[in-house]
């Protein structure tokens, strides 16, 4: 027979309804106001519920392309994922197996989360501005015409994928550090003693058994280069992601258009999330009728 929950349990239960009102609670109210009527303001009561605040949003928000950063944001977030998945991938392999100055190399790596983001973003702008002198100088002192024509080494594939890989690379290598930490050499051993090669026994054997931490990995490196401000702020050259546009605006736009534009960044960030725990669900159904298959006569 089921205990009776005593009055610890309706506390605890009570704590953490108000931390997930708490968690969720300012995405649930500009979700709301978003849908405000065309006299709609920014704060509650709602005046009509309407989609009008959309529809303007779609015709553009003032001077600002705000369709053109997305795009260049999630242009960079799948370039940021791709590397991150195929880094933290490597570099697990790599620490398994051991080498001189792990040690080193780890804490290098996973620094950056310990220094402030802007510090981090304003160190990569002056390097790359220092670069920039540098070609400057050398074009002023060689003549070389291609090389006076420079502008700057600074972009959105260059110092803005550098500063968002200080970011999500160190979460990639952490998580797939310890999913190798509990990985089984059995597997990869049995392989080799049927006949496989190196890079067979990686593409049938390794990689399929992490595919959902990689699925993970994958998850991180795009939302957090979605969402990065900081660290893109000193290094991201002439054209802004949306993150940065979002902030200009807050100080230009009054109307409940910027709410429709939180609800369209929330809805891409909730979409990737569902692909990706979808994705999971669906690698590991495969893998169980797999082995299943793998037990029958």
Known sequence: MD????????LLGGIFALYVLFLYGPTLTILALSFQGPS???????????????????????????????????????????????LAFYAGLAFRKGFRGAGLVFALAVSSLIVPSIVVSLGIGLEFR????AIKALAAAT?????????????LYTSALGAHLTWTLPF????????????????????????????QTLRHVVVPILAPALVGVALFGF????????????????????PLELQGLTTTVTTPEIYALGTVTTA??????????????????????????????
């Open 172 to 199: 990639g290598l952490l998580i797939l550090f310890a999913v190798f930490n509990r990985f089984d050499p059995a597997y990869e051993e049995a392989a080799r003693d049927l006949g496989a090669s190196g890079p």
């Open 40 to 86: 709609g303001g920014l704060t509650f009561p709602m005046n009509g519920v309407s989609t009008h605040w959309f529809a303007k949003l779609w015709a553009g928000v003032g001077v600002v392309d705000i369709w053109a950063a997305l795009r260049r944001s999630l242009a960079l977030g799948l370039v940021v994922m791709a590397l991150t998945v195929t």
């Open 268 to 297: 891409v960030s909730a979409l990737v999330i569902g692909t990706a725990l979808g994705l999971t669900l669906w690698l590991q159904k495969r893998r169980a009728r797999r082995a299943l298959a793998g037990l029958r006569p």
């Open 130 to 133: 220092l670069l920039d002198d």
């Open 3 to 10: 205990q009776p929950r005593g009055p610890a349990f309706y």
């Open 223 to 242: 939302t957090l280069s979605f969402d990065e401000l900081a660290r893109t702020s000193q290094a991201i050259g002439g054209r802004n992601t949306l």
């Open 143 to 155: 003549g070389w015409g291609f090389l006076e024509d420079h502008g700057t080494l600074m972009g």
